[in-house]
């Protein structure tokens, strides 16, 4: 059984900066993929970016390309979500979600994914 954990969201002023943490345990997390959503306030959950862990391959949402990077670290277990540049529209509740594919690649719908943290809020002030 895969355990996610996340932390580092908060509130932050537009055009400032968080980096959100999602700490796994439980197994390796080779062979994995890890993603990012975010249901911002009355809204559908959607993709962010997501990394394999073996290969390091990324992807992002078009939303938030060349403002935040995904990234992981093996020796620790822990991926993360640098989020610069914030705007308000970046204000959800962001989830890390973890499958284990086998060096399959990205993963883009929230139900390919069967292990989720439990959410951090990250609000953004105009």
């Known amino acids: 059984q895969v355990q996610l954990v996340e932390s580092g969201g908060g509130l932050v002023q537009a055009g400032g900066s968080l980096r959100l943490s999602c700490a796994a345990s439980g197994r390796t997390f080779s062979g994995f993929v890890m993603g990012w959503f975010r249901q911002p306030p009355g809204k559908d959950r959607e993709f962010v970016a997501a990394i394999t862990w073996s290969r390091g391959n990324t992807d992002y949402a078009d939303s938030v390309k060349g403002r935040l990077t995904i990234s992981r670290d093996n020796t620790k277990n822990t991926g993360y979500l640098q989020m610069n540049s914030l705007k308000p529209e970046d204000t959800a509740v962001y989830y890390c979600?973890?499958?284990?594919?086998?060096?399959?690649?990205?993963?883009?719908?929230?139900?390919?994914?069967?292990?989720w943290g439990q959410g951090t809020q990250v609000t953004v002030s105009s």
């Open positions: 979600a973890a499958k284990y594919t086998f060096l399959s690649g990205i993963l883009y719908s929230s139900t390919s994914y069967n292990y």
